[in-house]
């Protein structure tokens, strides 16, 4: 009837105080948990368990959640005593390390997830999560190292704006310190971006390679500006007088995704943004899973997960956020008008967003017998082209030197064609040439 025992789940047959090391094992985790009380741990076969009972329970885990568990996890744990079987929810802490208060910050008050068990953590990794997640308070609040920090690009923006760039209301200061958002605001930033673009479906063959540097503000805007080189328009050719033209990405989808990356990554673990342009789709990796412990679908609903607050806050104020909380629907509403979605990859340390391209599948739209709608792709215009200015057919190993495909590449756009009948071969075997209809 029930899963089996596993990282995410638990069955205790009772409450007692033991559960509150698995509570803080879920809160220290990186996805949280559910815990259904009244249900045997070994044979998982529900008990009977009467309004009381429950009641008292219900009562019990509420005050824990208030007190017994340090920094409070405040909308962190859900108890749903009414459900079939008594269950707790537990989302991933945000201020991750979690203890139990009266143990404190050492192997005997920090639980972590093995498996399906709870276990104490070692005094050596409490340290090591305590450096890492910074109690003290978010990232970006926190004083930065460095605090030999310029603002030229930030004050030319701001410029830009006509607003005075005041650093006391953009809160760069932290106790008379820069703190880590004045950080990546600065044109000292430490923190870089890169960008791949490859030829074909696959990381084999590289065709440019970048790296960003400075300002945040002005990674963004370089990202931006490279990938709207790269963002190809394509003609669709109709029954109408019109010819259409559509880029391979949208614009907006481009801008929110790119965005996105740099507001939210996590700046505590060590990776860069990440963008990879392939012939087919425009992969996009921030590090750092979704904060808050919420679900891909709640952030879709327009949820939001802060994990750089201040950041945002600045960013807003430079107009690089809009309608915060609405990115990812907007990324969908951005390909409402083609079978192919955006998709998404959420993991521990990263939350990949993947933009089909629009021009990569050929689209056939039967309008009636005689008519039909095509989309282009990049190689197939290049031979088009070619073919047009042709004095007459052309092998294939002629359109592949004036195009400069490869063989498979020219050959499978060759074949597209033949099936669109923009195309036709003249002549057989090694005589075999291509001309426009």
Known sequence: MYDNEDSGIEYKATLNNHLKREIDSFLNSQTGGVIYLGVDDKTRAPQSVGQET???????????????????????????????????????????????????????????????????????????????????????????????????????????LDINFDQNSLSLMKNGKYNNAALLISDENPYSAKLAMYDGLNVMSFKDKREFVGAITKQIDEVLDYLDLANHKQVIISGNAQRAERKDYPSVAIREAIVNAFVHRDYLLHSNVKVELFDDRLEIVSPGGIPDGLSLEEIKDGMTAARNPRLIHILDKMNYIENYGTGIRRIFAAYDDTSEKPGFEVRENSFKIILPNKNYTNEIHPEDDHKFNFVFTKNEQKILAVLKNADGPLKRTEIEGQTGLTKNKAFSALRSLQKKSVIKVVGASVSTRYEII
């Open 54 to 160: 429950r009641h008292q329970w219900e009562e019990i885990i509420t005050n824990w959640a208030m007190n017994a568990f340090y920094p409070i996890p405040y909308s962190l744990i859900e108890v749903l005593p009414n459900a079939d079987v008594f269950t707790i929810k537990i989302k991933s802490g945000r201020h991750k390390l979690y203890a139990i208060a009266k143990n404190g910050f050492d192997s005997s008050g920090v639980y972590v997830r093995e498996g399906s068990s709870a276990v104490r953590a070692s005094n050596e990794r409490v340290q090591r999560m305590l450096q890492e997640f910074k109690m003290s308070g978010e990232f970006d609040s926190e004083t930065s190292d460095n605090q030999n920090l310029t603002f030229r690009v930030a004050k030319s923006v701001f410029d830009g």
